[in-house]
């Protein structure tokens, strides 16, 4: 799936050689400690940032170098870090908004959106799966933290792409938050491709089917969970002392 | 599976339309002067014209500097296409506003490929230049433009339909209430397609509509082409009112004017400048024959509403919605009560110093001292200048204690 990346900021190589490659239908976790490159890779491959060499591929087609929305339109979609949503739309048309795409919603201006009936009950499948329907019509922007995460994926996932990137989808949400959250993305990735950077091992452990470590710009091990886990080199690496946490 | 919408919300969405279309054929019965029919003419075509500038800048998150340009370009389309009918070519006077719309797309088509490709301030510098170039570009081309004096004709001229020439004035209302009516419902049924609906998220976030599928650029100049088309239409329709059009009308005052307009009526709700056309253009004739410094007070309304209201007229109405609808407006009474005089004296104030200072000059320049709203003041003495100010200062005061109290009882009303 990709192969040699590189990425350059100035004289800062963010991302230096990395290749990696995800199988159809997994759930890969992509891990690291802070400036690794975990969501420089996502923007490199997303195509929000451009790449210094190296191929993205996606189901076999070269996507390198295309602009962010053919890669969406070739169905790869992608959850944002920090929250990235139409603050000023209510929920349900959030959720409708990422759903037109995969819906054949051109840029019609002689037909209402509300003759496009699988595109509405599309969006309110979403709604409930992602367990916002008591908030259908509040503003995205007057949600709280964690409602905004629950819909940072139903946006992501409403388009139906088959290869769904999130970015830290559980960042700065309670115990009690995060549980729902594996919840929904669990559900969410049936049947799909999922890539996921997450700070929460324990969230990884429990979704992941293999994972990547990320470090200075490099993969140094992919694999099931228990082989990472088991990697000398990722323990000294990055886990270290959280490695001795979790075999402790 | 077809998902309709239920009967009951399309009947409540048609009753203010229909209510509107009474109100434009009543209007002329009931205000039948000549002055007052070309009034209402007026806040027809600036209706129109804030509602297409608004499908930028409060929909679509674009502020364009140089919105007259389309309404110039439509307005000089349309009375070309006047002249040729003038000259016997078959045009009732009713179609000259379809040739402006034409006029203000194709001038839109041009402007917004460049422009559209940037979004933000560099959006509105791009058209900020737009508008200068067309300017100085329409000068340039006396024989199609017409120079300073502009192109005119005479819409009475061409061919005549169902008996009627659209010689007189309320001939013309009917054409321009009918388009302008017409056009408003058009650019509201625009909201709720999938375009309308993009160019509400390209304004929230463009860089996630990016991640879902379309390219943001793309829509912003779909929706920009729209606005220029309904602006030209808006110019149309100008020229078959004024049978004149010159590169004046195109300047930057008149894109200043559209965007105080909206801004004042609101951008938030799709009436909101409905409101501020109808309102401003009131303000410019009622005012301006009354006083010389009525730009000078919608400066001033404009100045008022960004700070304190930035929802417009519209929005100031609509918060007042979900007390109404509780029957609750009578806990608000009170404290508004209150709050109105303080409010009263400022303005009171304010229209002192500016009508003292309007006169100032004059009363230099040897001329009498004119009565003010029946008040003679002399500006060249102290005392009225010190009321005024005195009369400010109190309101101000007023307002600062009383404000507060009225806002803190509204939200007490919407929350309970």
Not at chain 1, 104 to 117: E, K, N, P, V
């Amino acid at each position: 799936m990709l192969a040699g990346l590189h990425k350059a900021f100035g004289p800062t190589r963010i991302i230096q050689g990395v290749d990696l490659e995800v199988l159809p239908g997994e759930r890969h976790a992509v891990i690291g400690p802070n400036g690794a490159g975990k969501s420089t890779l996502f923007h490199l491959v997303s195509g929000r940032l451009s790449l210094d060499a190296g191929r993205v591929s996606l189901g076999g087609e070269d996507i390198t170098g295309l602009p962010p929305h053919a890669i969406f339109n070739r169905g790869l979609a992608r959850s944002f870090q920090v929250t990235s949503l139409f603050p000023k739309l209510s929920v349900f048309e959030n959720l409708r908004a990422g759903a037109m795409r995969g819906h054949g919603c051109g840029h019609a201006f002689w037909r209402a959106l509300d003759g496009y009936g699988p595109l509405r009950a599309r969006a309110e499948d979403v709604l409930h799966q992602v367990g916002l329907e008591r908030r259908r019509d509040v503003l995205a922007g007057n949600l709280a933290y964690a409602e905004q995460r629950a819909l940072e994926i139903g946006v992501t996932i409403a388009g139906g792409a088959s290869c769904i990137l999130l970015d830290e989808p559980t960042a700065g949400m309670s115990r009690a938050e995060t549980e729902r959250a594996v919840q929904l993305i669990r559900a969410v990735s049936v049947g799909r491709t999922l890539v996921m950077i997450e700070h929460d091992l324990g969230v990884v452990f429990e979704l992941a089917d293999r994972i990547s470590v990320l470090a200075e710009g490099r993969v140094i091990a992919t694999g099931v969970p228990d082989a990472v886990r088991a990697n000398p080199a990722v323990r000294t690496a990055y886990l270290g002392a959280a490695a001795e946490a979790l075999h402790g | 599976m077809t998902v309709r919408p239920t009967p009951g919300l399309v009947w409540r969405a048609a009753v203010p339309w229909m209510l509107a279309g009474l109100l434009a054929v009543a209007l002329p019965y009931v205000l039948t002067s000549g002055f007052a029919l070309s009034l209402l003419c007026r806040m027809a075509i600036a209706i129109v014209f804030a509602l297409s500038f608004n499908m930028l800048l409060g929909q679509g998150g674009m502020l364009d500097f140089g919105h007259a340009v389309f309404l110039g370009f439509g307005g000089f389309a349309a009375l070309h296409a006047m002249k040729f009918a003038d000259a016997g070519v078959w045009l009732p006077a009713p179609l000259l506003p379809v040739v402006g719309a034409l006029g203000g797309l194709a001038a839109a088509l041009l402007a917004g490929w460049v422009a559209t490709k940037r979004a933000g301030t560099a959006f509105a510098m791009i058209t900020l230049g737009v508008a200068e170039l067309a300017v100085a570009g329409v000068l340039l081309f006396p024989g199609v433009f017409g120079g300073e004096e502009g192109v005119s004709a005479d819409r009475s001229a061409g061919p005549a339909l169902l008996g009627y020439d659209f010689g007189s004035q309320s001939q013309a209302y009917a054409v321009i209430a009918a388009w302008a009516w017409a056009a408003a419902l058009l650019m509201w049924v625009y909201t709720r397609t999938p375009l309308g609906r993009l160019a509400n998220a390209v304004r929230d976030n463009p860089e996630r509509v990016s991640f879902l599928g379309y390219d943001p650029a793309r829509i912003r100049f779909r929706v920009f082409a729209l606005s220029g088309l309904f602006a030209g239409l808006a110019g149309g329709l100008a020229a078959l009112n004024d049978e004149i059009a010159t590169s004046s009308n195109m300047g930057p005052e008149a894109s200043g004017a559209v965007l105080l307009m909206t801004f004042i009526g609101g951008i938030g709700l799709f009436w909101g400048p409905v409101v501020g056309a109808v309102l401003i253009t009131l303000l410019s004739v009622a005012l301006g024959t009354v006083t010389d410094a009525w730009q000078l007070y919608s400066g001033l309304l404009f100045v008022a509403v960004v700070v304190w209201a930035p929802g417009g007229i519209a929005g100031v109405l609509s918060a007042h919605g979900p007390v109404l609808r509780a029957g609750r407006v009578g806990r608000l009474v009170p404290s508004y009560a209150v709050a109105a005089p303080g409010l009263a004296l400022a303005v009171l104030g304010v229209v002192g110093l500016a009508e003292l200072a309007f006169r100032l000059q004059a009363v230099r320049n040897g001329a009498q001292p004119r009565p003010v709203f029946g008040f003679v003041a002399d500006p060249l003495a102290w005392g009225p200048w010190a009321l005024a100010v005195a009369l400010f200062v109190a309101g101000a005061l007023w307002l600062r204690w009383a404000a507060p109290r009225a806002r803190a009882a509204w939200q007490a009303a919407v929350q309970s």
